[in-house]
């Protein structure tokens, strides 16, 4: 998900729980600060999609569209932008920046395709996030194949976990965790 040095987080309680305040200590706890409207424009120019608003610097709340979708965007790509919000009780997932993240991820439209977390096959860091587009043709299939698979043990899925979407629709694209 990291798309440079910018990504999205929620409240371990959930989706749309952090307030500004909070939203701020989130991304402060992992190194970084909450992201400005250009860097999260930045990080969509080269892929970064994620249908849940979020805060950023100074206040302002949004989320990035890359593609187009009924559910998400309202049928527009950019920044979905609600403004400089001046409740900052209001609740909202956050979007952070960390000029120092290691940068992972990318997009992939080869045949086929070997990726692995940085530093393998030392462990990956903390708070690593990886966020990876893999594009085919209308009609071609993928196929994962793991040859090694190895996250910390939590049966919530919270401290590490591997999403995939079918599509950039982050609602209806959901496969699992």
């Given at each position: 998900e990291r798309a440079a040095g910018v990504y999205?987080?929620?409240a371990r309680s959930g989706k749309y729980r952090l307030t500004f305040a909070?939203?701020?200590?989130?991304?402060?706890y992992e190194g970084g600060h909450l992201a400005t409207y250009q860097q999260l424009e930045a990080a969509r120019k080269i892929g970064f999609h994620v249908c849940a608003a979020g805060w950023m610097a100074k206040g302002r709340v949004g989320y990035p569209i890359v593609k187009a979708?009924?559910?998400?965007?309202?049928?527009?790509t950019g920044i979905v932008d609600y403004g400089i919000r001046l409740n900052r009780s209001?609740?909202?997932?956050?979007y952070c920046y960390n000029p120092n993240g290691k940068e992972c991820g990318g997009v992939f439209t080869d045949s086929k395709h070997v990726?692995?977390?940085?530093?393998y096959p030392k462990e990956y860091e903390n708070e690593q996030v990886?966020?990876?587009?893999?594009?085919?043709r209308y009609g071609q299939r993928i196929h994962l194949q793991f040859l090694e698979f190895d996250v910390e043990d939590d049966t919530a899925c919270l401290a590490d976990f591997l999403e995939i979407y079918d599509s950039y629709d982050d609602i209806n694209g959901f496969v699992g965790r």
């Open positions: 999205h987080r929620e909070e939203a701020e200590a989130v991304c402060e979708g009924a559910n998400c965007g309202f049928g527009k209001e609740r909202w997932d956050a990726f692995k977390s940085p530093g990886c966020y990876w587009h893999i594009r085919v």
